[in-house]
């Protein structure tokens, strides 16, 4: 098995003592840059995660209003079957005849859209 070191490694302070100051210069520029580097992409990290936690919060609210128009429509279908409606002008339940069905789940329709 091979080391993990290799026997000509150098530490960065052992190759920085043989640099000259040109190399030193160039080097301390390339660390400058780096820098600006690491700095926009923890910048865009930041970003990334703020916009993640937008999203995730917007599809919990998909998710709520998936479930309430499932159960609208649940409700809705049980109501067209069964001959029973909600009377939009007394808010009482009153059976109604089959011809005043689609009537009745227009204006319905329309409440919930305006709501």
Known sequence: MMSST??????????????????????????????????????????????SLQLRQQLEELKDHRRLFHV???????????DWAISLTSMHIRKINPQCRLICFRSLGQMAQSG
Do not use: C, W
């Open 6 to 51: 290799h026997p000509h490694s150098l530490t960065l302070a052992q190759a920085l003592e043989h640099m000259s100051p040109a190399q030193l210069a160039f080097f301390d520029k390339l660390n400058v840059e780096l820098s600006k580097i690491e700095s926009f992409f923890i910048d865009r990290e930041g970003e990334g995660r703020t916009r």
């Open 72 to 82: 609208t429509k649940s409700f809705l279908s049980l109501l067209y079957t069964t």
